[in-house]
């Protein structure tokens, strides 16, 4: 399994350009990543004026594993600036937040409003702290992506950091629809041209089962799911994933966001990771 150099040292000292901290009422411990544009897939990046944090487990029965946690949205300069949709320049196989045929897509959209006035990103953040901790507690590493609601990385960037350190990848949305239409997937189209691009090719059916998997998951926590559980969409993310990625959109704007329901859709997630790794 791929693990990031832990780096030991005084509590919030910098060490060769990382730092390595104590998060004050926890055992669990976090480093700070640099960027480094020699990374493959780095330079289609047009956002990644700050960098994610990697927690790390602090239980005995560590699973040497790290899931990298992303919480969708919240970069407002990506909301303006226009990355390619795929990593060799052809356009888009379906529709989604751009159009089918789209050479170029938004680096980081800004997303949707949900229940009661909040924003999609506040949503998403929501939930991502909620199974980082709970993947914490079960011996799992963490990449957090994002951390608060003004993240300076795009699309690729966060798909970039998580190829380079994390051993899968689950972004965390609400869709855009207002019916409280509950859980889905977004599966990888199938398209031959797009199976059959790099990364593509190699990653689509770990890509499949991790989704898969995930969806069983919040099933067993009671998590209420959309039709079929997937929806077959071309995405930035699944186009330059390296490791088993998926985007799973957790409900739509109709969707209860109380503190309960994400944590049952958060449980259900951790699930999902166990059967995963089994």
């Not at 209860?256 to 089994?278: E, W, Y």
Request: with cysteine.
């Amino acid at each position: 399994m791929k693990k990031a150099l832990l780096l030991f040292g005084i509590a919030g000292s910098l060490i060769l350009g990382t730092w390595f901290c104590a998060n004050v009422g926890e055992a669990h411990t976090k480093e700070k990543l640099k960027w480094n544009s020699s990374w493959k897939y780095a330079t289609f990046s047009l956002t990644h004026e700050n960098t994610a944090y990697l927690w790390h487990s602090s239980q005995e029965d560590k699973k040497n594993i790290t899931v990298c946690v992303n919480a969708g949205h919240g970069c407002p300069k990506g909301t303006s600036r226009y990355t390619y949709s795929h990593p060799n320049k052809t356009g888009k196989v379906t529709g989604g937040s751009n159009a089918k045929g789209a050479v170029k897509s938004v680096s980081c959209s800004g997303g949707t409003t949900c229940r009661g006035g909040v924003s999609e990103a506040t949503a998403n953040l929501r939930v991502a702290k909620k199974i980082k901790k709970l993947l914490l507690d079960n011996g799992y590493d963490v990449l957090m992506i994002r951390s608060n609601n003004h993240s300076g990385l795009d699309n690729i960037a966060r798909t970039v950091l998580a190829n380079q350190y994390a051993d899968c990848h689950i972004a965390i949305h609400y869709d855009s629809t207002t019916s409280n239409k509950g859980f889905f997937y977004i599966g990888v189209p199938a398209i031959s041209s797009y199976r059959n691009m790099e990364p593509v090719k190699s990653h689509w059916k770990q890509h499949e089962k991790l989704g898969k998997q995930l969806l069983k998951g919040v099933k067993k926590s009671g998590v209420k799911i959309y039709s079929g559980g997937t929806m077959k969409i071309d995405l930035t993310q699944t186009s330059y994933s390296t490791v088993p990625s998926v985007d799973v959109e957790v409900g739509d704007r109709g969707s209860d966001l109380s503190s309960t329901t994400q944590l049952k859709i958060a449980q259900g997630l951790l699930k999902g990771v166990k059967m995963f790794f089994s």
